[in-house]
């Protein structure tokens, strides 16, 4: 028989020899929690819906992403994404733009009119939602899906909490918001707007469960020495005069006191109101800046300037007294003496905001802490039914944990309703970046969202980040690495010197024991690293 090229045995399958006796470890494959999984507030299994987008499955790239969170096109636009910093691809050379494949798929939903069927059947239970920002919609959409009634009530003519009333449409395009709103209210949400709860007590009896995500919607005053002809004003009001169409007169200069994401969105609101001059006035130094690093980049892009260490002394009419700041060795900002006069037509305080708690006075068995009402890891306060989540309890205040709270309280109200407890899934292992075979990977530059220019940007809300094309968005979700999850790139099943790894029709692989001796060649040569050695068992 004629051998090919170097070859010097005779050809034939090594399946004669069943190998597999001669093991002492097994390959095994495995399912691990990428990070961008893990760092996720709203939980997404992100790998698997970029994997799905990849191959240019959108629709169902879209509904696995669903399954954890009915806001993709919000999110995709005001996410800080911490699943892009946890992200593995940033060891090798810059994070897969998750977000902005987010968004895409949101925008691609809504573009398509692609809805979500509730298919639990009815479970006769009838649940109260207070507040319809993230937390409310995502708990409404969630407790819908498992069959029960909601009610989700809110004190605003429009239902959105602070994606409507505190994000300026700049960041945030409202008919993106209403589209993904009206999907989830057309799910069989009742929703009430103009109705605020002044006391909770009452709908304790009338409804199975209750859920309070009211946010924190009152802007935390400081004391600023003023005179009476002063024009002080508070951020989270004049972004909310904004949407109400009854855009707040501020005057041609004007001071923002905070160093918040709430203050840059201020300023960046004056600029486009008219303002020809917006200063932001903070006590500590950039690098101490609560407001993220992009915002503050696209603020200073429109012209927003910024007063470092710097304090606002004395307001009077037309004018301030800024104090100059110095940081002691801890970091905190201490006062300098030193002071200058600054024009200014109006001040506008953004030092954070606080939550009106004054609808669950005397509900037995739950407490406020520190201004936030305990809960506990089921979001429950000290009131049996009565759950809490979003802003007005303690944790991180942004969107993303506010879509994952909703998640968390509709899966826990569905639980308490059922009489059971309800247990999540002990996580899986992390997929570290060490288990990867990064080599395999071709170099592919992180895909840019085209903005509009700084110039362009004052006097108008339109829109400053713009979206992927179909294109960018397939090269984008390329980009991942599917750490610790197989993609079937047929690796394993070409590397297996014994063909001990069949595949299956649809795509994935079984090994089979018999022939498999244990080689770890696929583990070697896998490049997500999804599969694991394991010890026989004798
Ligand atoms: C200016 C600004 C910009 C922000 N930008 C971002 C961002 O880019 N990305 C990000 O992730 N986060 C951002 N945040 C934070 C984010 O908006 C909040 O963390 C999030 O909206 C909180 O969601 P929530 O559901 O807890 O409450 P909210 O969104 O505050 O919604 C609460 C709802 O409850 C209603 N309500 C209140 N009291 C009652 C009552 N007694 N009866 C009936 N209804 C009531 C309110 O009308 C409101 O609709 C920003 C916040 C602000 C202020
Ligand atoms: S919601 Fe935020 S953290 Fe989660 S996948 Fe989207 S961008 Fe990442
Ligand atoms: S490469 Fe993909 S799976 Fe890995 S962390 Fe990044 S987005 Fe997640």
Not at 187 to 199: F, I, N
Not at 296 to 302: D, R, T
Request: with cysteine.
């Amino acid at each position: 028989m004629d051998k090919p090229f170097a070859i010097t045995l005779d050809l034939g399958s090594s399946l004669a020899n069943r190998t597999g006796a001669w093991r002492v470890e097994r390959p095994v494959y495995r399912d691990f929690l990428p990070p961008c999984n893990k760092a996720c507030p709203a939980g997404e299994n992100i790998q698997q819906w970029l994997y799905d987008a990849e191959d240019g499955h959108y629709e169902r790239a879209w509904r696995t992403l669903m399954a954890d969170n009915p806001l993709p096109a919000v999110m995709g636009r005001v996410c800080y994404h911490p699943c892009q910093t946890a992200c593995n691809r940033g060891q090798l050379d810059e994070a897969v733009g998750i977000n902005a494949v987010e968004r895409f798929l949101g925008d691609e939903a809504i573009r398509q009119g692609w809805t979500v069927p509730v298919t639990a059947p009815p479970s006769g239970k009838h649940v109260l939602v207070v507040g319809s920002g993230p937390t409310g919609l995502a708990a409404a959409y969630h407790l819908r899906l498992l069959g029960h009634d909601v009610t989700l009530r809110d004190a605003a003519p429009r239902p959105g909490g602070m994606m409507r009333y505190g994000i300026p449409a700049y960041r945030l395009p409202r008919d993106v918001l209403d589209a993904e709103i009206q999907r989830i209210v057309d799910m069989g949400v009742t929703l009430e707007l103009d109705t605020r709860v002044t006391t909770v007590q009452p709908d304790l009896e009338r409804f199975d469960a209750v859920l309070l995500a009211v946010g924190a919607q009152i802007g935390r005053r400081a004391y600023v020495p003023a005179g009476e002809a002063a024009r002080i004003l508070d951020a989270v009001q004049v972004l909310r005069d904004v949407e109400d169409a009854d855009a707040p007169q501020l005057g041609r200069r004007v001071v923002v006191y905070g160093g918040g994401n709430t203050a840059v969105d201020a300023a960046r609101t004056a600029r486009r109101l008219g303002a020809e001059e917006a200063i932001i006035v903070y006590r500590r130094t950039r690098e101490r800046m609560p407001a993220h690093d992009s915002e503050v980049v696209e603020a200073l892009e429109e012209g927003v300037q910024m007063k470092w260490l710097s304090t606002i002394a004395h307001a009077d009419e037309g004018r301030l007294t800024i104090e100059k700041m110095e940081l002691d060795e801890t970091g905190f900002p201490r006062p300098t003496g030193v002071l200058e006069d600054l024009e200014a037509d109006s001040v506008v305080l953004a030092l954070g905001q606080e939550a009106d708690l004054s609808l669950v006075e005397g509900v037995s068995g739950l407490v406020v802490e520190d201004g936030v009402v305990a809960v506990d890891e089921r979001l429950m306060t000290g009131h049996p039914g009565l759950f809490a989540g979003g802003d007005m309890v303690p944790s991180e205040r942004t969107v993303t944990v506010g879509v994952g709270h909703g998640k968390r309280a509709a899966r826990n109200i569905d639980a308490y309703l059922h009489g059971v407890a309800s247990e999540a899934a002990p996580p899986a292992p992390d997929a570290e970046f060490g288990a990867l075979n990064t080599w395999y990977y071709a170099d592919a530059p992180h895909q840019v969202r085209p903005r509009l220019e700084g110039p362009r940007r004052a006097g108008t809300f339109d829109e400053v980040v713009q979206g992927l094309t179909a294109e960018t968005a397939l090269f984008e979700a390329r980009r991942c690495m599917s750490c610790g999850n197989c993609f079937g790139c047929d690796n394993c099943f070409g590397v297996c010197p014994d063909n001990a790894i069949i595949k299956h029709p649809d795509g994935t692989y079984e090994i089979d024991y018999d022939y498999c001796k244990g080689c770890g060649l696929c583990v070697e040569e896998c490049p997500c690293g999804a599969i694991e050695m394991v010890p026989e068992t004798p």
